[in-house]
C-alpha cells in the first residue's frame, strides 16, 4: 500500500482501518477497498483531501 498523496510506502497503522502516513502527514481511512484521505489541521480537525484525487487513486488493491 502506498500513499496516494507523496507516492511512499512509510505508512503506520493507527488503527482499526486508519493509517497515518509519516512522510507528507496525512490521515488515511479505508472503507470498502477504498481509502479516504484527510490532513491534521493545527487545530486538530481534519480536513478532506478527497477532491485532489481520482476515484482511481484512492482505490487499493486491484
Ligand atoms: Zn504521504
Do not use: A
Not at 497515518?20 to 472503507?31: G, K, P
Not at 477497498?33 to 488493491?61: A, I, M, N, Y
Request: net charge negative; with cysteine.
Amino acid at each position: 500500500m502506498r500513499c496516494p498523496n507523496c507516492q511512499t510506502k512509510d505508512i503506520g497503522k493507527i488503527g482499526t482501518n486508519q493509517y497515518y502516513c509519516w512522510n507528507c502527514f496525512v490521515e488515511m481511512s479505508l472503507s470498502d477497498g477504498k481509502l479516504s484521505l484527510h490532513q491534521v489541521e493545527e487545530d486538530g480537525t481534519l480536513s478532506s483531501l478527497d477532491d485532489l484525487f481520482d476515484d482511481s487513486d484512492l482505490q487499493v488493491g486491484s
